[in-house]
């Protein structure tokens, strides 16, 4: 008999007739259409994680906008309430209160509110 030799060849032949990867890992329907598999636990709890995460993510990414929004506002009242309290302090020579500075707060706070009879 002769030497039967292991190699490449004898190797190829026998893989040659199994069915390769990518077909035996997905399922077949009976059309031969291939079917989606359903994420299994694992998988679905992942999702679910990272959707808890990314959802958390989100909040806390509008609370800190939320957060500056209102510091801002309170920035530009403060500044606005300093400017002002700063004019009502105003003093002439004598240490009397300067009715002008007051007159010209006064006609800020009414053009402020848009009043029409005001504005010529």
Known sequence: MGKVKK???ALSGSSA???GPSTSARPVDSEGKVKKSRPNNF???????DKIQQDKQDAKEHKQQE?????KAMDKYNKNKQKMNRALKKKNRKGQPNLGAQVAVILEKLQGKKYPCLTG
């Open 67 to 71: 957060r500056e929004k209102r510091e």
């Open 43 to 49: 998988q679905r709890a992942k999702a679910i994680f």
């Open 7 to 9: 190699g490449k060849s």
């Open 17 to 19: 007739s199994s069915a």
